[in-house]
């Protein structure tokens, strides 16, 4: 294992370990470790001890020794908005939290998430008409009010409508609210570092507006949460049931449904721990919105963003969906049939190829602890990591690792877009590796490539057994082990539902307005180096941006820019023919 000092790595390696910014690994991506020598090293620095790792098989030896390697909750206290939760708890306490909260997502629960998904996508593409728009400059608040739209209705019942579906006056604000149930959540997510970071009681009596705005989205959401509670609370003690996801119904069972147990002290968890408190439940209430939506979301973006960049895979995605579906509207697609068929295609390779390329958490966060030092295994030998690290388990790193991925020959056209594991390669998914050599898997694949055990519950695979297997650790955009992500399967469905339907009659393409107008492009001959020379400008910013306009926060976004992009009938693209 490699030892750096940070404050010589930079004059010895090139490299600016800066240990404050997450940004740094993104930035770096595997060529830190390439440069280090080494797929796991620990950098020293005065303040502690950081142990970066890019070699699956200690990913995976870390992910299942939850007890050795716990979660560092202080990480994650900022997400107690509104109280403890799944994802900011350890230990027993973690797995009270797991116990209730895991049975929701079930298979069947993603039925719901599928039909939800396809009207959501059916309905974003009937705003985009009814507006008439060319340009969309930013993609990404699209996304998030789709994804929005579907954890909402699937998880929560509540439904949110987009602009064009809404009639003036027809939004009614309930009784005892200062805002909509979508206003103050879109105001609370708007605003949501301000709510981690300022305590509410300065928030309130702030005299800037956007904060105060931020409390009052804060008090508005909450209250109607507790309203939702209550309504559950009512609905379980009748005996009823909800069709679907009932995250809210899980939650009320969690904290009990006995009359009158939201009245008890709201901190503290009820009947000797065995049940969750109130605070716990809105806790996790908006963990579940929050991790429901803006992760499924980022991918969305992405993989559209992707796909207007690689014209020729984007043919191939939408070839493969016309096979898939033939001309059956989306309202009569089957989820038991259709959906594990897109799982194992070219629209599931390129979810998977999104998701390695851009994780949606680019580093999973583990620890020791003071005074448990741990033994790992790496490359045959024994090695000990002191007391009191954090780990770093860079997915974006280990996912460009040249040991455990299909890769060619690099391309080099425009814009340096490093080597072939940098770039987005959907037909990668398709091969094998055998030692060192690649194998097509395109030929031959048996039915059974698309059993539907390929989208089981939240401990089945990363990806469907048509495709590439990556080795254990290598692949992990969910992370790995008993803290693997609860909403894995419903946001692999969410995502191939919306990329199915948008691009069965649509093709995405960069949009070029900061270069060419649209009489400019007219005027260039179809197939033209004119044409060609205005897209290469428009592709290189955007691959700029997607290396270096990124910052984490909770998750890794586009935040110094975005790429406009244009949604065009099949048949009309402007750069590139569609089959």
């Known amino acids: 294992m490699a030892t750096v000092h940070a404050s010589t790595s930079s004059v010895a390696l090139g490299l600016d370990f800066s240990v404050d910014r997450p940004e740094w690994v993104w930035t770096h991506q595997y060529d830190a470790f390439r440069r280090m020598g080494s797929d796991i090293f620990l950098l020293v620095s005065p303040t502690r001890l950081v142990l970066w790792v890019a070699d699956a098989d200690v990913v995976n030896q870390i992910v299942n020794r939850r007890n050795d390697f716990p979660k560092p909750i202080s990480l994650y206290a900022a997400l107690d908005v509104y109280g403890k939760n799944v994802v900011s708890t350890e230990g027993t306490y973690w797995r009270h939290q797991r116990k209730i909260t895991s049975p929701p997502f079930s298979e069947s629960s993603n039925q719901l998430v599928w039909r939800e998904s396809l009207a959501q996508a059916q309905s974003m593409l009937t705003g985009w008409r009814a507006h008439e728009l060319a340009t969309i400059p930013n993609i990404a608040g699209d996304t998030m009010r789709l994804s ?3 954890i909402s209705r699937a998880g929560f019942g509540v439904r949110l409508h987009w602009p064009h579906e809404e009639e003036e006056g027809s939004v009614k604000l309930p009784p005892n609210h200062t805002m909509t149930y979508g206003d103050a959540l879109g105001t609370l997510l708007e605003h949501l570092i301000t709510v981690m970071l300022i305590p509410q009681a300065i928030l309130a009596w702030s005299p800037f507006k956007f904060q105060r705005t931020a409390h009052e989205a804060f008090v508005e959401w909450g209250k109607y949460m507790r309203e939702l509670y209550q309504t559950k609370q009512e609905e379980i003690e009748r005996g009823g049931a909800t069709e679907g996801l009932d995250l809210m119904g899980a939650l009320v069972s969690g904290a009990g449904t006995a009359s009158g147990a939201a009245k008890g002290n709201a901190n503290k968890p009820k009947a000797g721990s065995n049940m969750l408190s109130d605070t716990e439940v809105l806790g996790n209430a908006f963990v579940f919105i929050l991790a429901g939506h803006e992760t499924t979301a980022n991918t969305i973006h992405f993989a559209f963003l992707y796909l207007a960049l690689n014209p020729s895979a984007q043919a191939k995605v939408q070839e493969n969906i016309v096979q898939l579906f033939g001309d059956r509207p989306s309202e009569q697609w089957n989820y038991e049939h259709d959906l594990p068929a897109l799982f194992g295609s070219w629209v599931g390779a390129v979810l998977n190829e999104t998701l390695r390329l ?5 580093g999973i966060h583990k620890s ?9 295994n790496f490359n045959g030998r024994q ?8 780990i770093d388990l860079s997915a974006n790193a280990v996912h460009r690792n040249p040991k455990y991925w299909p890769a060619g020959e690099a391309e080099h056209t425009g814009a340096s877009l490093g080597s072939d594991l940098d770039q ?14 690649v194998l097509d898997k395109q030929e031959g694949k048996s039915e059974e490539s698309h059993d539907t055990h390929d989208l089981g519950g939240p401990q089945g695979p990363n990806t469907s057994a048509s495709l590439f297997s990556p080795t254990r650790g290598s692949y992990i955009p969910f992370s790995e082990g008993a803290r693997s992500c609860l909403g894995r399967r419903f946001a692999q469905v969410e995502v191939l539902a919306v990329l199915a339907v948008i691009l069965r009659h649509y093709s995405v393409e960069l949009a070029v307005d900061a270069f060419a107008t649209d009489e400019e492009v007219d005027r260039f001959p179809k197939g033209g180096s004119e044409r060609q020379r205005v897209w290469q400008k428009a592709a290189d910013r955007a691959h700029d941006l997607l290396r270096n306009g990124m910052e984490s926060l909770i998750t890794i976004q586009l935040r110094k820019g975005s ?6 009938p099949k048949g009309e693209e402007r750069f590139f023919v569609a089959p």
Not at 424 to 437: D, H, M, S, T, V
């Open 148 to 150: 929005l739209h579907v």
């Open 358 to 362: 851009i994780p949606p958490a680019i």
């Open 368 to 376: 020791t602890l003071k005074g448990s030092p741990q033994a790992l």
């Open 383 to 390: 090695i000990v990591v002191p007391d009191n690290v954090h």
């Open 424 to 437: 987005f390669k959907p037909e990668r998914w398709f091969k094998q590796l055998r030692g060192n050599e």
């Open 563 to 568: 790429v406009p992009v244009r949604f065009v």
